[in-house]
């Protein structure tokens, strides 16, 4: 392979390490709340926009979608760790199910609330309107995703699916 391809591949697999350690500490910082939402989003912002090589123009366009799928995705990552925030009980299976361990922070999130009354009625119908809701959740990814794929080249697409912004 000759040098001069190799320094574009090179490139965006740099930036797709930087945007996942960006997305990876940003997480865990939202779980403790200290970050400051708007510069991440700048920063993932002017990566994506060198990575495209795209004009100004051009990035008006895109930034929107790409911003939106970078929403989507934090979203669901940051409600996949909210468990983590809780404490990390060992209720349920093989576990004391001792609820003083868990974190007094509590959760908005309906099904931790379940958990925590403890009541498997209460569970059984959390959990279905929580997996309901992250099978919308996908289905908005995956329309956002297709949308933004419509308006970028080959090359585009590769480099934003080795940043993990498409699949």
Same mark, same amino acid.
Request: hydrophobic share 35%.
């Given at each position: ?18 945007? *996942? ?10 779980? +403790?709340?200290?970050?400051?939402? *708007?510069?991440?989003?700048? +920063? ?38 909210? =468990?983590? $925030?809780?404490? /990390? $009980?060992? *209720? /349920? ?7 003083? $361990?868990?974190? $007094? ?15 498997? *009625? =209460? ?21 956002? +995703? ?17 940043? /993990?912004?498409?699949?």
């Amino acid at each position: 392979m000759h040098m001069n391809s190799m320094k574009p591949m090179f490139k965006t697999r740099f930036f797709a390490l930087i945007a *996942g350690t960006i997305l990876l500490s940003v997480t865990a910082q939202a779980q +403790r709340g200290g970050f400051d939402r *708007g510069q991440m989003m700048e +920063r993932l912002s002017e990566r994506y926009q060198e990575v495209l090589e795209v004009s100004d123009d051009e990035w008006s366009v895109l930034k929107p979608m790409v911003i939106g799928i970078v929403e989507k995705q934090f979203s669901g990552r940051t409600s996949r760790f909210s =468990a983590f $925030s809780r404490g /990390g $009980s060992r *209720g /349920g299976r093989g576990g004391d199910g001792n609820r003083s $361990s868990r974190s $007094s922070r509590g959760s908005d999130n309906p099904l931790s609330k379940a958990i925590e009354k403890g009541d498997d *009625g =209460a569970i059984k119908s959390a959990l279905a309107a929580h997996r309901s809701a992250q099978k919308k959740q996908a289905a908005e990814l995956k329309k956002a +995703r297709n949308e933004l794929r419509q308006l970028l080249t080959l090359k585009q697409e590769a480099n934003l699916v080795l940043m /993990g912004l498409l699949d």
